[in-house]
Protein backbone atom coordinates (compact mmCIF):
# COMPACT_ATOMS: atom_id res chain seq x y z
CA UNK A 1 0.00 0.00 0.00
CA UNK A 2 1.29 3.51 -0.70
CA UNK A 3 2.29 5.95 1.85
CA UNK A 4 0.02 9.27 2.12
CA UNK A 5 2.34 12.58 2.51
CA UNK A 6 0.28 15.25 3.66
CA UNK A 7 1.62 18.70 1.76
CA UNK A 8 -0.08 21.71 3.53
CA UNK A 9 0.31 24.77 1.29
CA UNK A 10 0.92 27.83 3.27
CA UNK A 11 1.69 30.46 1.32
CA UNK A 12 -1.19 32.83 1.23
CA UNK A 13 -1.25 36.46 2.33
CA UNK A 14 -4.47 36.87 3.54
CA UNK A 15 -6.12 40.36 2.60
CA UNK A 16 -9.99 39.20 2.79
CA UNK A 17 -10.15 38.77 6.70
CA UNK A 18 -8.23 41.84 7.17
CA UNK A 19 -7.46 43.31 10.14
CA UNK A 20 -7.17 39.98 11.77
CA UNK A 21 -5.46 38.59 8.91
CA UNK A 22 -2.06 40.43 7.48
CA UNK A 23 0.38 40.16 5.32
CA UNK A 24 3.01 38.75 7.75
CA UNK A 25 0.25 36.98 9.79
CA UNK A 26 -2.37 35.73 7.47
CA UNK A 27 -5.58 33.67 8.33
CA UNK A 28 -3.62 29.99 8.44
CA UNK A 29 -2.06 30.99 11.34
CA UNK A 30 -5.08 32.20 13.31
CA UNK A 31 -7.44 30.18 15.89
CA UNK A 32 -10.65 31.73 13.80
CA UNK A 33 -12.41 28.37 14.47
CA UNK A 34 -11.92 26.50 17.88
CA UNK A 35 -8.92 27.03 19.78
CA UNK A 36 -6.14 25.65 16.95
CA UNK A 37 -4.75 27.72 14.61
CA UNK A 38 -6.38 27.01 11.05
CA UNK A 39 -2.84 25.38 9.93
CA UNK A 40 -2.80 22.95 13.11
CA UNK A 41 -6.27 22.23 12.29
CA UNK A 42 -5.17 20.92 8.85
CA UNK A 43 -2.43 18.80 10.25
CA UNK A 44 -4.61 17.40 12.56
CA UNK A 45 -6.88 16.59 10.14
CA UNK A 46 -4.40 15.13 7.92
CA UNK A 47 -2.47 13.39 10.10
CA UNK A 48 -4.74 9.79 11.11
CA UNK A 49 -4.07 9.45 7.57
CA UNK A 50 -0.11 9.47 7.22
CA UNK A 51 0.47 7.08 9.81
CA UNK A 52 3.79 7.84 11.25
CA UNK A 53 4.92 10.36 7.88
CA UNK A 54 4.67 13.77 9.13
CA UNK A 55 4.05 16.67 6.74
CA UNK A 56 5.66 18.42 4.04
CA UNK A 57 4.82 22.09 4.19
CA UNK A 58 5.32 24.69 1.61
CA UNK A 59 5.54 28.07 2.95
CA UNK A 60 6.54 32.05 2.26
CA UNK A 61 9.95 32.40 3.69
CA UNK A 62 8.99 35.08 5.62
CA UNK A 63 6.42 32.57 8.01
CA UNK A 64 9.02 30.18 8.48
CA UNK A 65 9.17 30.20 11.94
CA UNK A 66 5.62 30.85 13.04
CA UNK A 67 5.16 27.71 10.92
CA UNK A 68 7.66 25.83 12.81
CA UNK A 69 6.57 26.77 15.81
CA UNK A 70 2.55 26.54 15.68
CA UNK A 71 3.11 22.73 14.33
CA UNK A 72 5.53 21.93 16.93
CA UNK A 73 3.06 23.12 19.64
CA UNK A 74 0.64 20.32 17.69
CA UNK A 75 3.04 17.33 18.17
CA UNK A 76 3.84 17.64 14.61
CA UNK A 77 7.40 16.84 13.00
CA UNK A 78 7.33 18.23 9.15
CA UNK A 79 9.58 15.48 6.76
CA UNK A 80 10.30 19.23 5.36
CA UNK A 81 9.38 22.73 5.21
CA UNK A 82 9.62 23.88 2.08
CA UNK A 83 10.78 27.69 1.52
CA UNK A 84 9.47 29.63 -1.37
CA UNK A 85 11.90 32.63 -2.18
CA UNK A 86 8.46 34.29 -4.38
CA UNK A 87 4.96 33.38 -4.67
CA UNK A 88 4.41 31.37 -8.20
CA UNK A 89 0.95 29.60 -7.23
CA UNK A 90 -0.05 26.35 -6.42
CA UNK A 91 1.34 24.44 -9.29
CA UNK A 92 5.53 24.91 -8.86
CA UNK A 93 4.60 24.76 -4.76
CA UNK A 94 3.14 21.20 -5.50
CA UNK A 95 6.20 19.96 -7.75
CA UNK A 96 8.48 21.53 -4.85
CA UNK A 97 6.90 19.16 -2.70
CA UNK A 98 6.48 16.29 -4.71
CA UNK A 99 10.33 15.86 -5.57
CA UNK A 100 10.64 16.42 -1.66
CA UNK A 101 8.65 13.75 -1.01
CA UNK A 102 10.58 10.85 -3.49
CA UNK A 103 13.89 11.63 -1.79
CA UNK A 104 12.46 9.50 1.07
CA UNK A 105 9.47 7.65 -0.26
CA UNK A 106 9.08 6.69 -3.58
CA UNK A 107 5.66 5.19 -3.61
CA UNK A 108 4.63 8.81 -2.21
CA UNK A 109 0.57 9.66 -2.71
CA UNK A 110 0.64 13.26 -1.53
CA UNK A 111 -2.77 14.38 0.03
CA UNK A 112 -2.36 18.29 -0.93
CA UNK A 113 -4.61 20.70 1.45
CA UNK A 114 -4.48 24.69 1.65
CA UNK A 115 -3.87 25.27 5.27
CA UNK A 116 -6.58 27.79 5.66
CA UNK A 117 -10.07 25.95 4.86
CA UNK A 118 -12.25 24.69 7.48
CA UNK A 119 -13.41 21.12 7.18
CA UNK A 120 -16.30 20.91 10.28
CA UNK A 121 -16.63 16.53 10.37
CA UNK A 122 -13.70 15.42 9.33
CA UNK A 123 -14.81 11.30 9.79
CA UNK A 124 -16.31 12.64 6.70
CA UNK A 125 -13.37 13.64 4.95
CA UNK A 126 -11.26 11.06 5.76
CA UNK A 127 -13.73 8.39 4.30
CA UNK A 128 -13.32 10.46 1.42
CA UNK A 129 -9.70 10.39 0.90
CA UNK A 130 -9.97 6.56 1.78
CA UNK A 131 -12.35 6.01 -0.96
CA UNK A 132 -10.47 7.81 -3.72
CA UNK A 133 -7.03 6.53 -2.84
CA UNK A 134 -7.16 3.71 -4.98
CA UNK A 135 -7.54 5.31 -7.71
CA UNK A 136 -4.81 7.68 -7.13
CA UNK A 137 -2.20 4.57 -6.28
CA UNK A 138 -3.72 3.83 -10.05
CA UNK A 139 -2.32 6.85 -11.28
CA UNK A 140 -5.60 9.30 -11.25
CA UNK A 141 -5.33 12.75 -10.28
CA UNK A 142 -7.77 13.19 -7.67
CA UNK A 143 -9.34 16.64 -6.98
CA UNK A 144 -12.03 16.64 -3.88
CA UNK A 145 -15.13 18.63 -5.20
CA UNK A 146 -17.49 19.77 -2.42
CA UNK A 147 -21.49 18.60 -2.85
CA UNK A 148 -22.67 22.12 -2.95
CA UNK A 149 -25.27 23.58 -0.11
CA UNK A 150 -26.72 25.79 -2.31
CA UNK A 151 -25.96 28.37 -5.47
CA UNK A 152 -22.70 29.90 -4.16
CA UNK A 153 -21.09 32.67 -6.59
CA UNK A 154 -17.64 32.77 -4.93
CA UNK A 155 -15.98 29.64 -5.77
CA UNK A 156 -15.03 27.81 -9.29
CA UNK A 157 -17.13 24.22 -10.21
CA UNK A 158 -16.00 21.11 -11.17
CA UNK A 159 -18.54 19.03 -13.33
CA UNK A 160 -18.51 15.51 -13.30
CA UNK A 161 -18.94 13.26 -16.25
CA UNK A 162 -20.93 10.59 -14.81
CA UNK A 163 -23.02 12.51 -12.16
CA UNK A 164 -22.30 11.62 -8.20
CA UNK A 165 -21.73 8.36 -7.83
CA UNK A 166 -20.57 8.46 -4.62
CA UNK A 167 -16.56 7.42 -5.43
CA UNK A 168 -14.36 9.03 -7.88
CA UNK A 169 -15.64 10.19 -11.42
CA UNK A 170 -13.86 11.39 -14.47
CA UNK A 171 -13.93 15.17 -14.77
CA UNK A 172 -15.49 16.65 -17.49
CA UNK A 173 -14.87 20.38 -16.66
CA UNK A 174 -13.68 23.03 -14.60
CA UNK A 175 -16.15 25.92 -14.68
CA UNK A 176 -15.44 29.24 -13.49
CA UNK A 177 -17.05 31.57 -10.77
CA UNK A 178 -20.65 31.70 -12.48
CA UNK A 179 -23.32 34.37 -12.38
CA UNK A 180 -26.31 33.30 -9.74
CA UNK A 181 -28.29 31.88 -12.36
CA UNK A 182 -25.58 29.41 -13.96
CA UNK A 183 -24.71 28.93 -9.76
CA UNK A 184 -28.27 27.60 -9.14
CA UNK A 185 -28.53 25.40 -12.67
CA UNK A 186 -25.20 23.89 -11.33
CA UNK A 187 -26.76 22.95 -8.27
CA UNK A 188 -29.59 21.45 -9.62
CA UNK A 189 -27.93 19.31 -11.90
CA UNK A 190 -26.65 17.32 -9.31
CA UNK A 191 -23.42 17.10 -11.33
CA UNK A 192 -21.53 20.16 -9.96
CA UNK A 193 -19.09 20.45 -7.18
CA UNK A 194 -17.34 23.32 -5.64
CA UNK A 195 -13.91 23.15 -6.23
CA UNK A 196 -11.79 22.91 -2.53
CA UNK A 197 -8.40 22.87 -4.25
CA UNK A 198 -7.62 19.45 -2.99
CA UNK A 199 -6.14 16.76 -4.35
CA UNK A 200 -4.73 13.23 -3.73
CA UNK A 201 -2.36 11.72 -6.35
CA UNK A 202 1.27 10.13 -6.73
CA UNK A 203 4.20 12.22 -6.73
CA UNK A 204 5.30 10.68 -9.60
CA UNK A 205 2.44 10.76 -11.43
CA UNK A 206 1.62 14.31 -10.75
CA UNK A 207 5.61 15.16 -11.91
CA UNK A 208 5.05 13.42 -15.20
CA UNK A 209 1.75 15.35 -16.16
CA UNK A 210 3.45 18.91 -14.91
CA UNK A 211 6.46 17.73 -17.40
CA UNK A 212 3.73 16.64 -19.78
CA UNK A 213 1.86 20.04 -19.55
CA UNK A 214 4.09 22.42 -18.50
CA UNK A 215 7.58 21.22 -19.29
CA UNK A 216 9.29 24.80 -18.38
CA UNK A 217 7.82 25.49 -15.15
CA UNK A 218 9.14 21.15 -13.76
CA UNK A 219 12.46 22.67 -15.19
CA UNK A 220 12.40 25.52 -13.16
CA UNK A 221 11.42 23.82 -10.08
CA UNK A 222 13.36 21.04 -10.32
CA UNK A 223 16.66 23.47 -10.75
CA UNK A 224 15.30 25.39 -7.64
CA UNK A 225 14.96 22.39 -5.66
CA UNK A 226 18.40 20.39 -6.76
CA UNK A 227 20.23 24.13 -5.93
CA UNK A 228 18.38 23.98 -2.54
CA UNK A 229 19.82 24.96 0.74
CA UNK A 230 19.45 23.35 4.36
CA UNK A 231 18.96 25.64 6.96
CA UNK A 232 18.62 24.41 10.08
CA UNK A 233 14.70 23.25 9.83
CA UNK A 234 14.18 24.46 6.26
CA UNK A 235 14.58 23.91 2.89
CA UNK A 236 15.16 26.97 0.92
CA UNK A 237 14.61 27.01 -2.90
CA UNK A 238 17.33 28.82 -5.33
CA UNK A 239 15.92 31.83 -5.10
CA UNK A 240 16.87 32.59 -9.10
CA UNK A 241 15.97 29.12 -10.57
CA UNK A 242 12.29 29.40 -8.60
CA UNK A 243 11.81 32.56 -10.11
CA UNK A 244 12.18 31.49 -13.64
CA UNK A 245 9.19 29.17 -13.25
CA UNK A 246 5.56 30.14 -14.58
CA UNK A 247 3.30 30.79 -12.11
CA UNK A 248 -0.04 29.52 -12.89
CA UNK A 249 -2.31 27.06 -10.30
CA UNK A 250 -2.70 23.20 -10.39
CA UNK A 251 -5.90 23.60 -11.93
CA UNK A 252 -4.07 25.76 -15.15
CA UNK A 253 -1.58 24.08 -15.48
CA UNK A 254 -2.38 20.14 -15.18
CA UNK A 255 -5.72 19.47 -13.81
CA UNK A 256 -7.52 21.17 -17.00
CA UNK A 257 -5.65 19.95 -19.64
CA UNK A 258 -4.81 15.84 -17.86
CA UNK A 259 -7.20 12.94 -19.18
CA UNK A 260 -6.20 11.59 -15.69
CA UNK A 261 -8.25 13.71 -13.60
CA UNK A 262 -11.33 12.40 -11.56
CA UNK A 263 -13.39 14.37 -8.95
CA UNK A 264 -14.35 12.22 -5.48
CA UNK A 265 -17.31 14.18 -4.29
CA UNK A 266 -16.73 15.73 -0.92
CA UNK A 267 -19.84 16.20 1.93
CA UNK A 268 -17.76 16.94 5.29
CA UNK A 269 -19.10 20.74 5.72
CA UNK A 270 -15.92 22.62 4.08
CA UNK A 271 -15.57 26.09 3.94
CA UNK A 272 -12.38 28.02 2.74
CA UNK A 273 -13.25 30.77 4.91
CA UNK A 274 -12.73 33.07 2.20
CA UNK A 275 -14.37 36.38 3.72
CA UNK A 276 -15.74 37.59 7.07
CA UNK A 277 -19.23 36.69 5.78
CA UNK A 278 -17.91 33.19 5.13
CA UNK A 279 -16.74 32.79 8.83
CA UNK A 280 -19.87 33.98 9.95
CA UNK A 281 -21.29 30.92 8.36
CA UNK A 282 -19.27 28.31 10.33
CA UNK A 283 -19.37 29.91 13.52
CA UNK A 284 -21.81 29.28 16.15
CA UNK A 285 -24.85 31.67 15.78
CA UNK A 286 -27.34 33.08 17.95
CA UNK A 287 -31.23 32.67 17.38
CA UNK A 288 -30.96 35.73 15.43
CA UNK A 289 -28.16 34.45 13.14
CA UNK A 290 -25.59 36.76 15.16
CA UNK A 291 -22.40 35.14 15.63
CA UNK A 292 -19.43 36.53 18.08
CA UNK A 293 -15.98 36.37 19.20
CA UNK A 294 -14.71 37.88 22.00
CA UNK A 295 -16.81 40.03 24.56
CA UNK A 296 -20.15 41.12 22.75
CA UNK A 297 -23.23 43.09 23.69
CA UNK A 298 -25.73 42.73 21.13
CA UNK A 299 -29.15 44.46 21.32
CA UNK A 300 -31.54 44.22 18.75
CA UNK A 301 -29.24 42.86 15.91
CA UNK A 302 -29.55 40.29 13.22
CA UNK A 303 -27.00 38.29 11.16
CA UNK A 304 -23.97 40.07 12.37
CA UNK A 305 -20.29 38.75 13.05
CA UNK A 306 -18.31 40.45 15.75
CA UNK A 307 -14.67 39.79 16.32
CA UNK A 308 -12.48 41.49 18.96
CA UNK A 309 -10.08 41.62 22.01
CA UNK A 310 -11.99 44.32 24.12
CA UNK A 311 -15.51 45.04 24.24
CA UNK A 312 -17.72 45.44 21.52
CA UNK A 313 -21.12 47.02 22.09
CA UNK A 314 -23.40 46.78 19.01
CA UNK A 315 -27.38 48.42 18.80
CA UNK A 316 -30.00 47.89 15.93
CA UNK A 317 -27.64 46.15 13.55
CA UNK A 318 -28.48 44.01 10.60
CA UNK A 319 -26.16 41.82 8.09
CA UNK A 320 -23.14 43.79 9.45
CA UNK A 321 -19.63 42.81 10.47
CA UNK A 322 -17.20 44.17 12.67
CA UNK A 323 -13.75 43.18 13.50
CA UNK A 324 -11.38 45.02 15.94
CA UNK A 325 -7.64 44.37 16.42
CA UNK A 326 -5.63 47.04 18.69
CA UNK A 327 -4.65 49.37 16.14
CA UNK A 328 -7.21 48.63 13.19
CA UNK A 329 -11.24 48.53 13.43
CA UNK A 330 -13.24 47.29 10.16
CA UNK A 331 -16.98 47.61 9.98
CA UNK A 332 -19.02 46.74 6.49
CA UNK A 333 -22.45 45.22 5.72
CA UNK A 334 -21.95 41.61 5.06
CA UNK A 335 -22.66 41.86 0.99
CA UNK A 336 -20.10 44.10 0.57
CA UNK A 337 -17.22 42.73 2.90
CA UNK A 338 -15.25 41.04 0.09
CA UNK A 339 -14.54 44.96 -0.47
CA UNK A 340 -12.32 44.87 2.18
CA UNK A 341 -9.06 43.68 -0.28
CA UNK A 342 -9.91 47.78 -1.56
CA UNK A 343 -8.92 48.96 1.72
CA UNK A 344 -6.04 46.90 2.21
CA UNK A 345 -5.00 47.92 -1.41
CA UNK A 346 -5.59 51.79 -0.38
CA UNK A 347 -3.68 51.24 3.02
CA UNK A 348 -0.33 49.74 0.65
CA UNK A 349 -0.78 52.95 -1.37
CA UNK A 350 -0.68 55.03 1.48
CA UNK A 351 2.82 53.03 2.94
CA UNK A 352 1.09 52.16 6.17
CA UNK A 353 2.03 49.28 8.23
CA UNK A 354 -1.37 48.01 9.09
CA UNK A 355 -1.54 46.34 5.69
CA UNK A 356 1.31 43.79 6.57
CA UNK A 357 1.80 43.98 10.06
CA UNK A 358 -0.05 43.71 13.25
CA UNK A 359 1.11 45.97 16.17
CA UNK A 360 2.22 42.67 18.09
CA UNK A 361 5.03 41.19 15.79
CA UNK A 362 5.79 37.01 15.80
CA UNK A 363 9.47 36.42 16.13
CA UNK A 364 11.29 33.26 16.49
CA UNK A 365 12.77 34.51 20.02
CA UNK A 366 9.28 35.53 20.88
CA UNK A 367 7.46 38.51 20.05
CA UNK A 368 7.05 42.23 20.76
CA UNK A 369 4.04 44.50 20.71
CA UNK A 370 4.71 48.40 20.20
CA UNK A 371 2.41 49.92 22.58
CA UNK A 372 3.29 53.51 22.30
CA UNK A 373 5.18 55.86 20.16
CA UNK A 374 5.87 59.67 19.53
CA UNK A 375 8.16 61.61 17.21
CA UNK A 376 11.53 60.48 19.22
CA UNK A 377 10.50 57.48 21.10
CA UNK A 378 8.99 54.47 21.36
CA UNK A 379 7.88 51.87 23.66
CA UNK A 380 7.53 48.00 23.37
CA UNK A 381 6.49 44.72 25.19
CA UNK A 382 8.93 42.33 24.42
CA UNK A 383 9.04 38.58 25.14
CA UNK A 384 11.27 35.86 25.24
CA UNK A 385 10.79 32.24 24.91
CA UNK A 386 12.95 29.99 27.53
CA UNK A 387 16.40 30.01 25.70
CA UNK A 388 15.10 32.30 23.35
CA UNK A 389 18.41 35.02 22.35
CA UNK A 390 17.85 37.90 19.75
CA UNK A 391 20.45 38.83 17.90
CA UNK A 392 23.83 40.35 18.72
CA UNK A 393 23.25 44.06 16.87
CA UNK A 394 24.27 47.63 16.80
CA UNK A 395 21.82 50.86 16.62
CA UNK A 396 23.66 53.98 14.97
CA UNK A 397 20.31 56.41 15.76
CA UNK A 398 18.64 55.01 19.07
CA UNK A 399 19.47 54.34 22.40
CA UNK A 400 17.23 51.84 24.65
CA UNK A 401 16.31 51.47 28.23
CA UNK A 402 15.27 47.78 29.13
CA UNK A 403 13.27 47.62 32.23
CA UNK A 404 12.57 43.71 33.06
CA UNK A 405 9.14 43.20 34.25
CA UNK A 406 9.19 39.51 34.85
CA UNK A 407 11.65 36.37 34.36
CA UNK A 408 15.54 36.73 33.76
CA UNK A 409 17.40 38.29 31.29
CA UNK A 410 20.83 37.72 30.00
CA UNK A 411 21.94 40.75 28.76
CA UNK A 412 25.30 41.09 26.66
CA UNK A 413 26.31 45.69 26.70
CA UNK A 414 29.57 46.21 24.86
CA UNK A 415 32.06 43.82 26.85
CA UNK A 416 29.70 43.40 30.30
CA UNK A 417 27.37 40.60 30.67
CA UNK A 418 24.89 41.66 33.56
CA UNK A 419 21.92 39.40 34.58
CA UNK A 420 18.75 41.10 35.52
CA UNK A 421 15.71 39.89 37.41
CA UNK A 422 12.19 41.77 38.15
CA UNK A 423 12.47 45.52 38.20
CA UNK A 424 15.57 45.78 37.44
CA UNK A 425 17.10 47.74 34.14
CA UNK A 426 20.08 48.59 31.88
CA UNK A 427 20.51 51.45 29.50
CA UNK A 428 21.77 50.85 25.67
CA UNK A 429 23.79 53.57 24.84
CA UNK A 430 23.56 54.59 20.76
CA UNK A 431 26.24 52.02 18.78
CA UNK A 432 26.65 49.83 21.64
CA UNK A 433 26.73 46.25 20.56
CA UNK A 434 24.45 44.58 22.59
CA UNK A 435 22.35 41.08 22.82
CA UNK A 436 19.30 39.70 25.07
CA UNK A 437 18.74 36.09 25.99
CA UNK A 438 16.42 34.24 28.40
CA UNK A 439 18.33 31.35 30.16
CA UNK A 440 15.22 30.41 32.49
CA UNK A 441 12.79 28.44 32.62
CA UNK A 442 9.45 31.00 32.20
CA UNK A 443 8.79 33.65 29.34
CA UNK A 444 10.76 36.56 30.14
CA UNK A 445 8.86 39.94 29.79
CA UNK A 446 10.55 43.50 29.54
CA UNK A 447 9.47 47.18 28.76
CA UNK A 448 12.16 48.49 26.11
CA UNK A 449 11.70 51.93 25.76
CA UNK A 450 13.96 53.58 22.35
CA UNK A 451 14.88 57.23 22.31
CA UNK A 452 16.62 59.02 18.97
CA UNK A 453 15.88 60.98 15.53
CA UNK A 454 15.44 57.46 13.52
CA UNK A 455 13.58 55.03 15.41
CA UNK A 456 12.88 52.09 12.38
CA UNK A 457 13.53 48.62 12.85
CA UNK A 458 15.78 48.91 9.66
CA UNK A 459 18.10 50.83 11.71
CA UNK A 460 20.20 47.34 12.76
CA UNK A 461 22.90 45.83 12.40
CA UNK A 462 23.61 42.17 13.01
CA UNK A 463 27.00 40.42 13.97
CA UNK A 464 25.43 37.12 15.05
CA UNK A 465 22.33 35.77 15.45
CA UNK A 466 21.03 32.20 15.75
CA UNK A 467 18.65 32.17 13.51
CA UNK A 468 20.60 32.41 10.77
CA UNK A 469 19.72 36.27 9.90
CA UNK A 470 22.88 37.49 9.58
CA UNK A 471 23.73 39.82 6.34
CA UNK A 472 26.02 42.77 7.36
CA UNK A 473 25.30 46.44 8.25
CA UNK A 474 21.86 47.54 7.04
CA UNK A 475 21.23 51.04 6.37
CA UNK A 476 18.22 52.74 7.62
CA UNK A 477 16.15 53.80 4.81
CA UNK A 478 13.98 56.83 6.12
CA UNK A 479 9.89 55.49 6.13
CA UNK A 480 10.39 52.17 6.20
CA UNK A 481 7.91 50.19 8.11
CA UNK A 482 8.70 46.60 8.42
CA UNK A 483 9.52 45.46 11.88
CA UNK A 484 12.71 43.68 11.72
CA UNK A 485 13.36 43.34 15.26
Known sequence: MSTIVPVLLSGGSGTRLWPLSREMHPKQFLPLVGTDTMLQATWLRAAPLADSAGPIVVANEAHRFVVAEQLQQVGARPAAIVLEPVGRNTAPAIAAAALEALRETPDAVLLVLPSDHVVQTPEAFHAAVRTALPAAEAGKLVTFGVVPRGPETGYGYIKAANGNGGGPVPVEAFVEKPDLARAQAYVASGDHFWNSGMFLFRADVYLAELERHAPAMLAAVRASWSAARKDVDFTRLDADAFAASPSDSIDYAVMEKTDAAVVMPLDAGWSDVGSWASLREVSPQDAQGNAHHGEVVSIDCRNTYAYGERLIAMIGLEDTIVVETPDAILVGRSDRIQQVKDVVAELKSRDLPQAAWHRKVYRPW?????????????????????????????????AEHWIVVSGTAEVTRGDDVLLLSENQSTYIPLGVTHRLRNPGKVPLELIEVQSGSYLGEDDIVRFEDTYGRVSGTQVPRRGKKEPQK
Open 366 to 398: GAYDSIDHGPRHQVKRITVKPGGVLSLQMHHHR
